[in-house]
């Protein structure tokens, strides 16, 4: 027996690393270690699990968007990526980010999370106008716009990791 | 025409043709395909070798610095953890609580270095998780009468989310970050998932509603080589390049006299780096989540591994032993997430008491340089953590 509850908390330690125990009681019962892989989530409407359902791809690449364009102007002012190369990056993300308001105008969110929704939406919007102001430095030379730039982005990284913490407890476990 | 002529006449037609060959370098290994190899990973990684000559000398150059004093503060506490979950050869107890450990280190000057910057993230630690004592580094380090306009450097000991947070709250400090841990993200967000069905990948890698981490499409996240990265830690780190307040390094770095950084690539993550600080009780050594634990680091068990190379991990803690050698050895490594931190069971750590105001988080005074007075207030409130209630601060989503 005693293997046996080792093998589930082995497993479970393996699945879900530094998940905390959410469910109160369990503190110190062995066998019950599998009920730190669930988050404490109240339960949701159909019309909310159809939304965050939806909205999570569309998370998905507006973060690699943004890690790429902000490594990318790491990188650049390294001097480890070439300007050409940044402007590749800039150039995607900006079309990621349009793509990704199309996408969430055409979402239907429940009135309970409508302010999540519409948090999620300016963050995008302010995502799509960083990378605007980025791409000006491939025309007029400037690389100031890179600081420009960089407050909107900020900002809008907030936004999505306040809203991502409500929507996706599980996204980034503790290190 | 003779049979010897036959052979020096084929012999000649083949040395010509292996000459040919050769120049041409069909012979040798080539690669032929029409590929692009830039994408591909390297084949030989970048290891922070150290050997153990140069770690002594390392000893002997910081102690011709000035001594230090040091504290640690709890940036928050992570609750009922399965203990395997953090050292899989360890079940005893099976939950235990972990404190996210920043350091602080003072220079006879008055100059303060941050070796790691605690998280920032509210909505994650108060809404889903069951984690407490969170409060602003910048007002515990006022409750411990230390100034934090008076940092001037941060060390990341690694980029996670947990241990790279609050980087704008010090606009004035230098923050220095291995270029390893930054190029590792970057290539990993390219990792090609089209053989794998996006088994692995870097980013969306949990079922969304049930937060469920099992095999392809949802892989599990804490084991992916970008998970622990959101675009937030990444834009501060972003930001204070932009300001000219970073140091993007590469490997060993002296950052002051009597402190100097040592690389531990791979002992957590890709660049995770190590802090050595002079003071009056030896070689300090901190080592973020390199060792997380400091019974792992005395009892050599893996801790923590998230984006480790174990092998990797346990180096660094043999890097530890050397630069704590002269002195106190292993009790002067100082662990991140070490469960029996603030009590007698982690000796240095055994003067703690609760912060003022800190909603119960913790401080920890583990050495004073010459003329630098306790910080410990002379009735310290060391009231148990299971009898401290923390409250949960504001953290409103505002579109």
């Known amino acids: ?175 | 025409m003779s049979s010897t002529h036959l052979l020096n006449h084929a012999m000649r037609v083949g040395i010509f043709a292996f000459a040919s060959l050769g120049s041409a370098g069909i012979l040798l290994a080539r690669d032929e395909d029409d590929d692009d190899d830039r994408g591909r990973p390297p084949q030989v990684l970048k290891q922070g070798f150290e050997s153990t000559d140069q770690l002594l000398d390392d000893i002997e150059r910081a102690e011709r610095g000035p001594k230090h004093s040091v504290w640690i503060i709890e940036s928050s506490r992570f609750m009922n953890v399965p203990h395997r979950a953090f050292m899989p050869d360890v079940g005893d107890p099976p939950f235990v609580d972990l404190p996210v450990n920043v350091g602080i280190i003072k220079a006879p000057n008055g100059d303060i270095t941050l070796y790691d910057s605690g998280w920032k993230q509210l909505a994650y630690i108060f809404d889903w998780n069951t984690s407490c004592c969170w409060a602003a580094i910048r007002s515990q380090m006022r409750a411990i009468g230390l100034d934090p306009n008076r940092v001037v450097r941060i060390i990341a000991g690694h980029a996670h989310w947990d241990h790279s947070g609050q980087l704008s709250e010090f606009p004035n400090a230098v923050l220095y970050v291995q270029k390893e841990e930054l190029k590792q993200i970057d290539f990993f967000l390219d990792y090609p998932t089209r053989f794998n069905g996006g088994h692995i990948r870097a980013v969306n890698t949990v079922d969304p509603l049930t937060g469920a981490q099992v095999g392809p499409p949802a892989q599990a996240c804490a084991r992916s080589p970008v998970c622990g990265y959101p675009p937030q830690t990444v834009q501060e780190i972003l930001g204070k390049l932009l300001a000219g307040k970073a140091r993007v390094i590469d490997g060993r770095h002296e950052v002051a006299p009597g402190m100097i950084i040592h690389p531990a690539f791979r002992g957590h993550t890709y660049g995770s780096q190590l802090l050595q600080v002079n003071t009056s009780r030896g070689q300090l050594v901190f080592g973020s989540d390199t060792y997380s634990s400091w019974t792992g680091i005395r009892d050599w068990f893996v801790a923590n591994i998230q984006q480790t190379d174990t092998i990797q991990q346990f180096l660094a803690y043999e890097k530890c032993y050397v630069l704590t050698s002269k002195r106190n050895s292993f009790h002067n490594c100082i662990a991140a997430h070490e469960p029996v931190s603030y009590t007698a069971a982690y000796p240095i750590t055994s003067n703690w008491w609760n912060i003022p105001g800190g909603n119960c988080s913790r401080a920890a005074e583990l050495t004073l340089a010459n003329g630098e007075k306790t910080h410990v207030p002379a009735n310290p409130d060391r009231t148990p953590p299971g009898q401290c209630h923390s409250v949960i601060p504001p953290h409103e989503i505002r579109p």
């Open chain 1, 1 to 175: 027996m005693a293997v046996l509850a080792g093998l589930v908390v082995a497993s479970v330690a393996w699945l879900v690393p530094f998940a905390p125990n959410n469910e109160a009681g369990v503190r110190g019962a062995f066998v019950n270690a599998a009920l730190v892989a669930k988050a404490r989530r109240p339960a949701l409407t159909a019309a909310e699990e159809k939304y965050i359902r939806e909205l999570w791809p569309i998370h998905g690449d507006v973060e690699r968007s943004t890690l790429r364009m902000s490594l990318g102007q790491i990188f650049y002012t390294t001097r480890d990526l070439s300007r050409a190369d940044l402007g590749t990056r800039v150039k995607e993300a900006s079309a990621t980010y349009k793509a990704a308001e199309a996408r969430l105008h055409a979402l239907e969110p429940p009135a309970s999370l409508h302010t999540e929704h519409m948090a999620y939406l300016s963050a995008v919007a302010l995502f799509r106008e960083s990378a605007a102001e980025l791409l000006k430095m491939f025309s007029d030379g400037r690389d100031d716009h890179m600081l420009a730039a960089y407050p909107k982005s900020q900002e809008a990284s907030n936004k999505i990791r306040e809203v991502g913490g409500r929507f996706w407890p599980h996204e980034f476990p503790p290190h």
